[in-house]
């Protein structure tokens, strides 16, 4: 699996996503200056990590988004291939329109910064083959905007198509607000693209994919990912 | 020409700065206030004098950056 991490001024969860594709793909994965105006001949999937580029200005992700680098990666995923966006990428990703909606101030306005519960809910897509429709994972989490929004039509036509990845839960699955603690509307954590091709999602799988930080339920995505691509070939 | 670009949220988009400095008028005693929405102000200043071309070139810059249109409205004033 051939990755490529964009790097923007003011992210800062780049080299923890390097570490997790070297760590699990063992291949180094190439790191993407914004200005630049191609991917790596041959990449397989683009990751758009986290960080606060351009410090929040304006809109988290706004700027970053209209970067030159940017075409490419919507030509990338024009053509099918992977984007794999979180936290900041999948507020990139939303105002770069590779994903509908928008991530807007915490419900609460407090920043976020802990291990949450996700319910995969589909394991039918490159980035949740790893798990098991259903299934509970405990990833940590941290961002201040977080909180998913898109007008009904769009709510409508994402449960519709079955493009909701990712929800907040309670540790045993269930629906609660209390575990949806930025505010999203029907508690959407992660969301994929028409294609299914571009995931994103706020929480940080890449932080919990070593038994020595803890827990290791990030791993999956990865995992699945590589597999992907091995069975691909 | 001076121009300015107010952007604000569409009705019925949750804004809860506009709730937190709500309730910190109420706190400081500032009477009479039924709600506060936040919104954002840009001043732009257009090079030459063609009044049409500065508002398109105005509404291509919020279209395109200044309000995202999911969630924002914007409004262009021209003051020449």
Redesign the interface.
Known sequence: MKSAVLVFPGINRERDMARTLRLISGQEPAMVWHTETALPAGTDLVVIPGGFSYGDY??CG??AA?APIMDAVRAHAARGALVLAVCNGFQIAC?AGLL???L??????KFICKNIYLRVERSDTPFTRGYNAGQVVCVPTAHGEG?Y???AETIARLEGEGRVAFRYVAPDGTLDPQWNAN?STNAIAGILSEGRNVLGLMPHPENHVEAEIGLTDGRGLFAGLVDYFKQAA | MKARVTVTLKSGILDPQGKAIEGALKSLGVDGVASVRQGKVFDIEIDGNDRAGAEARLKEAAEKLLANTVIENYRIEVSG
């Open positions: 304006l809109r706004a700027i209209r105002e509908p909606g928008v807007m101030r915490n419900k609460a306005l909180n929004v898109a007008d505010g």
